[in-house]
C-alpha cells in the first residue's frame, strides 16, 4: 500500500470477527502454499494466478486484488506475482520462472465478509547465497514484528526493531509502500510503517486488544528508492538489486498475538515459525 500517514484511530474487532478473519486468512495461507509448490523452472506466472483465483472460486471467496485500483487501469489477477528487483505489484503473464529466481507471491480474499493477505518469497533452485540472506533477513523481520506486536505499547516501538535488524544486515527497507490495517475491507485505518521517521512518530497508534494489521516489510539489498513501471503497477528497485516481500495479517485477541494467515499445521512447512533465537531482546523505546 502507497504510503499515506494519518492519525485516524484503528477499527478494532471482536474475538468472534477475528475467527472469522481467520477462516479467511487458512484460505489466503493454503492459496500461496500451493503457488509455492507450482514455483518451479518453466511454469509462467499466469498459470499461478489462475490456480490461486480457481481455489478462491471453488470456496466462495473474493479475490482482492483483481479490479483494484484505479477503474481505468484495474489490477488484473487475484495475485500480484513479482521477480528479483520486482519488490511488489507484479502483474502474472507469460513470464517464465528460471532457477534462481526470487519469486514474490503476494494474495488476499474475502470470505464470508472478512478479509486476509499474506505474501511469501520464493527462493527456487541455486539462488545465490547472498540473495538467500536478504529472504532470511526479509523473514526474521516478519517474525520480529510478531513478536513485538506482543511485547511492545506502540507500533513506532515495533517498526524501529524491524528497521534496525535490516540495517544491521547491510540491507534498505522500502518506505514508499507500508502495510495496513484490514478487516471488512482490505485497507483499513491505520497505515503501518517498516520504518520510524518523524512523521510515523505523529501518526503513531498503540497496540491494543482487537487490532488488525497486515504487516508487510519489503527489504531491498541496495538502495531503498522504487519506480514503477510503465503498467502502472510493477515496482522495481531503482537500482536493479532484488528485493524481498513477506506478509501476515496479525491480531491482538485474548493478550496474545494470533498471526491470522498462518497455514494449518498439515498444509506444509510454512507453519513453521522463522526462528530468531539468536536475536537478543531489546528495550521498549521511550
Given at each position: ?97 528460471r532457477d534462481g529466481d526470487l519469486v514474490k507471491l503476494d494474495t488476499a480474499c474475502k470470505l464470508n465478509g ?43 516501538e515495533a517498526a524501529e526493531r524491524m528497521q534496525r535488524h535490516v540495517e544491521k544486515a547491510g540491507f534498505r ?42 504487516v508487510e516489510p519489503m527489504v531491498n539489498m541496495g538502495r531503498a528508492e522504487t519506480d514503477t513501471l510503465r ?56
Amino acid at each position: 500500500m502507497l504510503r499515506q500517514f494519518f492519525s485516524r484511530a484503528p477499527e478494532l474487532k471482536s474475538p468472534r470477527e477475528i475467527a472469522l478473519m481467520r477462516e479467511a486468512g487458512k484460505l489466503v495461507a493454503r492459496a500461496l502454499g500451493m503457488a509455492r509448490q507450482m514455483c518451479k523452472p518453466g511454469v509462467k506466472s499466469i498459470e499461478i494466478d489462475r490456480v490461486v483465483e480457481d481455489l478462491y472460486r471453488t470456496h466462495g471467496a473474493t479475490p482482492l486484488f483483481k479490479g483494484y485500483g484505479n477503474p481505468k487501469v484495474p489490477f488484473p489477477a487475484s495475485t500480484c506475482i513479482s521477480f528479483n528487483e520486482q519488490v511488489v505489484h507484479g502483474i502474472p503473464g507469460t513470464r517464465v520462472i528460471r532457477d534462481g529466481d526470487l519469486v514474490k507471491l503476494d494474495t488476499a480474499c474475502k470470505l464470508n465478509g472478512w478479509c486476509a493477505d499474506s505474501a511469501i518469497t520464493v527462493m527456487v533452485g541455486d539462488v545465490r547465497p547472498e540473495w538467500r540472506r536478504l529472504v532470511k533477513v526479509g523473514e526474521e523481520v516478519l517474525e520480529i514484528a510478531r513478536i513485538e506486536l506482543g511485547r511492545c505499547k506502540w507500533w513506532s516501538e515495533a517498526a524501529e526493531r524491524m528497521q534496525r535488524h535490516v540495517e544491521k544486515a547491510g540491507f534498505r527497507m522500502v518506505e514508499q509502500y507500508v502495510g495496513h490495517g484490514i478487516g471488512r475491507v482490505m485497507h483499513e485505518n491505520p497505515q503501518v510503517p517498516n520504518f520510524v521517521n518523524d512523521s510515523v512518530r505523529k501518526a503513531n497508534f498503540r497496540l491494543e486488544e482487537g487490532l488488525t494489521l497486515a504487516v508487510e516489510p519489503m527489504v531491498n539489498m541496495g538502495r531503498a528508492e522504487t519506480d514503477t513501471l510503465r503498467d502502472h503497477w510493477t515496482v522495481v528497485t531503482r537500482d536493479g538489486l532484488p528485493s524481498v516481500h513477506v506478509e501476515h495479517t496479525f491480531a491482538l485477541t485474548g493478550g496474545k498475538v494470533v498471526v491470522v494467515t498462518e497455514p494449518e499445521p498439515s498444509e506444509g512447512p510454512e507453519a513453521v515459525p522463522v526462528q530468531v533465537s539468536s536475536l537478543q531482546p531489546q528495550a521498549a523505546a521511550e
